[in-house]
T-cell receptor, first 113, second 111 residues
Framework: NAGVTQTPKFQVLKTGQSMTLQCAQD?????MSWYRQDPGMGLRLIHY???????DQGEVPNGYNVSRSTTEDFPLRLLSAAPSQTSVYFC????????????FGPGTRLTVT | GQQLNQSPQSMFIQEGEDVSMNCTSS?????WLWYKQEPGEGPVLLIA?????ELTSNGRLTAQFGITRKDSFLNISASIPSDVGIYFC???????????FGTGTRLKVLA
């Protein structure tokens, strides 16, 4: 198993541009989530999904969209990038949403200028 | 919103020393998870705790789920240079599918 994979590893955007961060897992996990990590802070939940077709907001959802059309994939879309979205983004998955261990991908480092 | 207070923020220790760090909150959690993150990598799960009072070990690491469900601690015994990294706690919020992360403890081991 490859586990949780994320692409790209690095990205630079100009303010106002849009892009999609990709996340895929091959463990047949129901639950997937997106976090952002800023310097000196813990990970903050952006959006999560408990299964294909079901998504919900986390702690910091503004400026981000998600969809879950398959069990394997959970892309994160930035509609109009802002400098405040400069961060490292991590995708995670777990067998189930409640009280299960989450496994993280390697991250995408995004810079918005 | 709910917060996890993780302490200490950073630690510099000598190789061979034991390390202790903890997470506390004013809210209860159903699950406590402890992760380690190295530079440029995603967090890696170290230990998962599911019941109040549970004590679980993983090699030189031992973690406990507090009786009140509002805290957890992680101990590392006989530290080695490869223990360097940032350690995060995370708790799952009852009745939700959400997890809250602590701000991390940065550990440096001096050989």
């Amino acid at each position: 198993n490859a586990g949780v994979t994320q692409t790209p590893k690095f990205q630079v955007l100009k303010t106002g541009q849009s892009m999609t961060l990709q996340c895929a897992q091959d463990m047949n996990h129901e639950y997937m989530s997106w976090y952002r990590q800023d310097p000196g802070m813990g990970l903050r939940l952006i959006h999560y999904s408990v299964g294909a077709g079901i998504t919900d907001q986390g702690e910091v959802p503004n400026g981000y969209n998600v969809s879950r059309s398959t069990t394997e994939d959970f892309p994160l879309r930035l509609l109009s990038a802002a400098p405040s979205q400069t961060s490292v983004y991590f995708c995670a998955s777990s067998p189930s949403g409640r009280s299960y261990e989450q496994y993280f991908g390697p991250g995408t480092r995004l810079t918005v200028t | 919103g709910q917060q996890l207070n993780q302490s200490p923020q950073s630690m510099f220790i000598q190789e061979g020393e034991d390390v202790s760090m903890n997470c506390t909150s004013s809210s209860i959690f159903n699950t406590w998870l402890w992760y380690k993150q190295e530079p440029g990598e995603g967090p890696v799960l170290l230990i998962a705790l599911y019941k109040a009072g549970e004590l679980t070990s993983n090699g030189r690491l031992t973690a406990q789920f507090g009786i009140t469900r509002k805290d957890s601690f992680l101990n590392i015994s006989a530290s080695i240079p490869s223990d360097v990294g940032i350690y995060f706690c995370a708790g799952s919020i009852p009745g939700t599918y959400k997890y809250i992360f602590g701000t991390g403890t940065r550990l440096k081991v001096l050989a």
